[in-house]
């Protein structure tokens, strides 16, 4: 059993606790000439020490664990697709050329090494070694990770992230087109075809849009009050300014109005399901819950934000696949896979020759000037502006219908639902008779 000293330990979790994943894997990067810093995804997870920390621990995927190769072996041979996808199912962890490529990368730069954690090694004064079986090592070494996380607020990020329905929204938007414009990339490139991050967060304005008029932090949806209700009419905002911050910042949607005042608006709606409705609600304080009879239809609730499924959902998930598809039809044809010249290979080009100038102008007597490297930029960048802007009108063209299809079907479905429950019976109360007096 390996025995560390008070001093080693200390160095350990203090090495642990100072290490910033996300620098190590942005230098990996920019040392393979990568402009971008990885999909959406994988930059929203380097932010959190803990889970980098975690995923070195967890299996790759069903099928690399010893109980989910036996479940596998348990299916019938000739189910050979369903088997490789449950044995491809991902549970988090790196997989084994991805931690290959990090040990390499901290073998050969020390900072890297540095603001990395590698289960099994404990850093020490004179290098890494090995923790062994010492439960202390491996103590001292978690606990600096925890303390790295909650100082950098790395794992609440995540999950404040994901709170809320547009930036879950967004973030598929950009993953997914993300992937797609990968497989028309000119060779040797892994930058986005939009590398403007402006530009990138513009083509997933329709998604967005969508799921925000679904969850009503767009306008009042009817039954609702103001975000920033009024004393004498909760139907109207108090502060039109402070209405709109409430939205667009926050996130808020009015809550819904008393029953006497919701059925106003909307008749099709009995106190029995008004009531039913609330305790679904707020009677389950689970993360993620779903009912087929909400007062807006089928509804899936997540972290307390109620989404309708026909005015929600549906228009989000239209507009990340319309974005998917604007991306390919435009990667196509940049690519040059539509006939027309492959504008990428273009692009690449010219950023080859800037690069190749400004490494020789920076050489005594090479003859190259400072405005021949501008110029050379120039030409770069205004091929690459030209890619990028058919890009993500491409992008933003499509997942525009996606949305605008779905939500004007989803809201007509909702329409049509209503009108066929008609107005719901009204629940009249037993009237008091007084007697006469004798």
């Known amino acids: ?62 099928g690399s664990t010893q109980l989910g190769r036996r479940l596998v072996d348990l299916l019938p041979d000739d189910a050979s697709k369903v088997r490789a996808a449950i044995g ?27 603001n990395t954690v590698r289960v099994g090694q404990i850093p020490t004064v004179d290098g890494e070694v090995p923790t062994g079986d010492s439960f202390r090592a491996a103590t001292a070494q978690a606990a600096g990770v925890a303390v790295a996380d909650a100082a950098s607020d790395g794992l609440r990020n995540i999950w404040w992230f994901l709170n809320a329905p547009q930036a879950l929204t967004q973030l598929a938007m950009l993953q997914g087109t993300q992937q797609v414009a990968q497989q028309y990339q000119a060779p040797g490139r892994s930058a986005p075809l939009i590398k403007n991050r402006n530009v990138r967060m513009a083509t997933t304005l329709p998604a ?5 008029m679904g969850i009503g932090n767009a306008y009042r949806l009817p039954g609702y009050k103001a975000a920033v209700p009024s004393e004498a009419d909760p139907t109207q905002s ?56 909400g007062i807006h239809g089928p509804e899936v609730t997540f972290l307390g934000k109620s989404i309708p499924v026909a005015t929600g959902i549906l228009p989000a998930v239209a507009a990340v696949m319309g974005g998917r598809y604007g991306a390919r039809k435009a990667g196509r044809r940049l690519a040059g896979l539509t006939g027309e010249g492959n504008k990428l290979r273009e692009a690449a080009d010219l950023r080859n020759t800037w690069i190749e100038m400004k490494a020789e102008a920076m050489k005594p007597k090479s003859g190259v000037s400072e405005g021949d490297v501008a110029q050379a930029y ?61």
């Open 1 to 62: 059993m390996a025995e560390f000293t008070p001093e080693q330990l200390l160095y350990a979790f203090e090495r642990s606790a100072t290490a910033v994943p996300g620098t190590a894997a942005a230098k990996m990067r920019r040392e393979k000439g990568e402009e971008y810093e990885g999909t959406p995804v994988e930059y929203m997870l380097q932010g959190s020490p803990a889970l980098n920390y975690a995923r070195q621990r967890l299996p790759e995927s069903v």
């Open 238 to 293: 108090a502060d039109l300014l402070a209405e709109a911050g409430s939205r667009y910042f926050l996130g808020r949607s009015g809550s819904l109005l008393p029953y006497d005042e919701f059925v106003k608006e909307r008749p099709d709606v009995s106190r029995g399901e008004y009531e039913a409705y609330k305790a679904y609600l707020f009677s389950s304080s689970l993360p993620l819950k779903g009912t087929l009879e």
């Open 88 to 114: 491809n199912l991902p549970l988090g962890g790196y997989s084994k050329k991805e931690l290959e490529i990090i040990d390499a990368a901290r073998a050969a730069d020390p900072e890297v090494q540095r």
């Open 208 to 212: 967005v849009i969508g799921i925000s």
């Open 378 to 438: 120039n030409d770069y960048e205004n091929a690459q502006m030209r890619n990028e802007r058919d890009v993500a009108l491409q992008t933003i063209l499509y997942s525009s219908l996606g949305m605008g299809g779905a939500a004007v079907g989803g809201q007509t479905l909702e329409s049509i639902r209503r009108a066929l429950k008609g107005r719901a019976p009204v629940e009249q109360e037993e009237e008091q008779t007084t007697l006469p007096a004798a």
